[in-house]
């Protein structure tokens, strides 16, 4: 769930400049200077970022007593040799003989392989109903409930392939003028080969030619939405995923699944698969978020988590392009039976097929009071016109906002009109609370440490001060956690901000349920005061 998007229209207004156009150079994004690296933990009076007053919720705690809890990490994987999870990672005290130490991947297969480039669910559905219903009509259909779903999953499809097309046309010469000029830039540093180079290196490299002048204008549009630690290395690694993830959308391999994995995705339990293996190339994703939720505080090293006495469970379920609902609901139940007090769900699609199977686990979580923690996605789109899944309102009509889900947007750093990220989805009745989401940094794969966007960040810092009070205050329920952090989120009527994904002026708590940003401090003291 990274955000694309500002960086997409971005670098394609780039593509003109590098093709010739020098007076884009007047236009470039202006340079805006990092935040500090925690700045998402910071407090809004004391330090003017609006955090969620971590170090106060800390002060708070001073000489309480904690008990460990298990938080699951839905996911892409995790490396799990990266120094600040070491001892952080939950341990299976069962002897299952199938070596899920730390979790499972149920992207996994035989012969040690993982399925993690998928495409969208909308283009899997479609190409397994395009030959039953596409000559059909509602009248000659001979079951109306899925003719109705295809009616949905073709109009999903059809959007989604004619975005990929015109976003692939857009981003290859781009990507191609990165790859190609990255050489020139290292060499006008007089960097090796093997070096990076950042927004600041480019920021004071001297241009003698028109050509330079260009590539150095480039790449300073292609780092205009990051900080200026930020390298060409990731600019280029996140631009080639986005295209993998296009190129997969437009032809897609719908036998992979099959082949890599070997089981029937349409299929609850019809056996077991996958395989113990967290960390693939992809696993990047959730490494940041597991290291948001409860990399290890105070050791001087990467981040400081927010939780202080978790075990993380790492369920790999999430590919590059959409989950499959089965993968959904399993990694649910085995974190339930496994232990998990809280789940982080930093996923999401357009299409659910076997919604009720995700359902069931919802359900399975709540009756065994399990707080879930959702991202609500980074289209800047309604939640309550288009929602998104997996989701809390039912199939069978039981239940229209889970006691034990919270669905999270992002917010940004200042209390100003950009507050809500233009990208953030919202809804007043489908997304409960908002959290910083915008140039946080958490720990990477392989001892490194990145600063991304997304509400994918935002759900794991509501999933740490969910693990804080659950720590502290373990006698409260899943449905006391969550009424103490959505009461915690301040009303802020009167904070007039964008509409996401818009110049239209909206008030704040127009978008939320709370209509306020996640605070730890005042959720840890509400919780205190909980029966």
């Known amino acids: 769930m990274h955000n694309f998007q500002k960086y997409l229209i971005s ?17 470039l994004p202006p340079v805006q200077p990092d935040p500090p690296k925690n700045w998402y933990a910071l407090d809004l009076q004391k330090d003017g970022y609006f955090g969620m007053s971590l170090a106060q919720a800390y002060e708070f705690l001073k000489g309480k007593e904690s008990k460990p809890v298990v938080v699951a990490i839905i996911d892409s994987g995790v490396d799990t040799l990266q120094q600040d999870l070491q001892g952080i990672l939950w341990v299976n005290p069962k ?37 039953k219903y596409a000559h059909l009509s509602k009248a000659t259909a001979p079951d109306k409930k899925e003719y109705d779903f295809w009616l949905n999953v073709k109009t999903q499809y059809d959007s989604t392939l004619s975005k990929a097309r ?75 995923e986005y295209i993998t993830k296009l190129n997969n959308d437009i032809s897609p391999d719908l036998e992979a699944r099959k082949r890599t994995v070997g089981d029937n995705p349409d299929i609850l339990n019809d056996k077991p698969y996958g395989n113990n293996i967290l960390k693939w190339e992809d696993a990047s994703h959730g490494t940041e978020v597991a290291g948001l939720v409860g990399a290890k505080r105070d050791n001087n090293y990467g981040i400081d988590g927010v939780a202080d006495n978790v075990k993380l469970m790492i369920l790999k ?3 590059v392009g959409d ?9 649910i139940r085995y974190a339930v039976d496994n232990g998990a007090k809280v789940i982080n769900m930093s996923f999401g699609k357009k299409i659910s097929p076997h919604k009720a199977w995700v359902d069931a686990a919802f359900k399975y979580a709540a009756a065994h009071d399990v707080l879930l923690v959702q991202a609500s996605g980074n289209e800047n789109q309604d939640m309550d016109e288009r929602p998104e899944y997996p989701n809390d309102t039912f199939e069978d009509g039981s239940a229209a906002d889970a006691d034990n889900v919270i669905n ?34 958490s720990i990477d794969m392989d001892a490194e440490t990145i600063t991304d966007d997304g509400t994918s960040f935002s759900a794991p810092i509501v999933s740490g001060i969910a693990a804080l009070i659950r720590e502290y205050y373990p006698q409260l329920s899943a449905k006391q956690v969550k009424q103490a952090i959505l009461q915690s989120a301040t009303p802020l009527t009167g904070t007039k901000v964008y509409k996401p994904g818009t110049q239209q002026i909206v008030d704040f708590t127009s978008l939320s349920k709370t209509g306020g940003i996640v605070n730890a401090y005042k959720a840890l003291q509400i919780a205190s005061e909980m029966k």
């Open 11 to 27: 670098c394609f207004a780039a593509c003109a400049l590098f093709c010739g156009s020098r007076s884009f150079a007047q236009q």
């Open 95 to 131: 002897k299952t003989g199938r070596g899920d130490v730390h979790g499972w991947n149920y992207l996994g297969g035989p012969g040690r392989k993982c399925d993690f480039n998928e495409t969208e669910e909308e283009v899997r559905q479609y190409f397994k109903l395009k030959d």
């Open 166 to 240: 015109t976003e692939l046309e857009q981003l290859s010469p781009i990507f191609n003028a990165l790859v190609q000029t990255s050489g020139l830039v290292r060499a006008q540093l007089g960097l090796k080969n093997s070096q990076t180079f950042t927004r600041t290196d480019v920021e004071h490299m001297e241009t003698k030619n028109d050509t330079m002048a260009q590539v150095k204008d480039l790449w300073l549009v292609a780092f205009s939405q990051d900080v200026s630690t930020s390298t060409n290395v990731k600019v280029i690694k996140e631009m080639n």
């Open 317 to 319: 379920a999430v590919p």
């Open 323 to 331: 989950e499959y609902d089965k993968d959904e609901a399993n990694a």
């Open 408 to 441: 999270v947007g992002a917010s940004g750093m200042k209390a100003d009109t950009n507050l809500a990220t233009d990208f953030s989805n919202f809804g007043k009745k489908n997304v409960d609370v908002f959290a910083p989401g915008v140039k946080i940094t």
